[in-house]
């Protein structure tokens, strides 16, 4: 029987430090959320993220944006904000529409307000094993294995995933804590064997239930990042549980994994992000 990792405790144990260092603070953190477009879900997560940013004591303000918005005037929007004293962090509610061009809008972002840490100079310090922020689950992954007490040092960690938002940060936090990392995709001609070698698996693919039982090593800690919602809005992870947590040593539930934990490191961020720019 596997340790099921609990994301809603570690969010508000994190959420507590958040709070407390926040309320410290003569000059509050800010954190500002851009929404193009009247996609629901997106919403949800806008208003989730407000929510949090109150019971944190952090500054939030929300820009929702219409769907026909043009490239420069978002551009613009993202000038003003990072001009502005009281705005720490700059987040854009992702996926954008496909008229508006992602990789530009994301590099008008200013990188030390950059608290999703998806400006390539945040990519490349990153990559240096020098940023100011992880991004916000890649960071909340390495958090939960923190506070497991699972070190990576010396481990075979096996990512499944190469998105610029989960997966390569992912494998590039689990090489900085000196884990020896295996980047699988869909051209990974053997899957299994490499999920299979793995003492921490990370799943971070979106297609529920792909990780089965027998893919994973007896005792492997199981990280699952995948959330898709199923055609009776179900959110289902990328591991198939039932079959995985007899298996595993520690694993993480879908929901109350990753995705509470994802959103406190935001509000961490914010913090940082605050910090770093002087706040005191
Ligand atoms: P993404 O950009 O679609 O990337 C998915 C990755 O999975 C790609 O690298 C893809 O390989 C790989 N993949 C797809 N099918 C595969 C298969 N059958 N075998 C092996 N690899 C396969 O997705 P993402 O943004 O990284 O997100 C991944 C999942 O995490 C999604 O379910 C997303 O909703 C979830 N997520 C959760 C949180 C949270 O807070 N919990 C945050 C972010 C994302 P190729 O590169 O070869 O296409």
Known sequence: MAVIMDGKALAAKVKEEVRAEAAAMAEKPGLAVVLVGDNPAAQVYAAGKKRDCQQCGIYSEEY????TVGQEELIQLL????QRRNVDGILIQLP???HLDERAILQAVA??????????????RLVEGNAAVAPCTPGGVMRFLQEYGVDPK??????VGRSNIVGKPMALLLTQ???TVTICHTKTPDLKACCLGADILVAAVGRPGLITGDMVKEGAVVIDVGTT???????????????????ASYITPVPGGVGPVTRAILLENVLRAARSRGKK
């Open 64 to 67: 929702l944006l219409p769907g």
């Open 79 to 82: 000038e003003e904000l990072n």
């Open 96 to 98: 954008l529409p496909a």
């Open 111 to 124: 990188p030390d307000k950059d608290v999703d840490c998806f400006h390539p100079w945040n990519m490349g």
């Open 154 to 159: 010396g481990k075979l960690c096996t990512v």
């Open 177 to 179: 804590a000196h884990g």
């Open 229 to 247: 919602r199923d055609k009776d809005g179900v959110l289902r992870g990328d591991v198939d549980f039932p079959s995985v947590e007899p298996k």
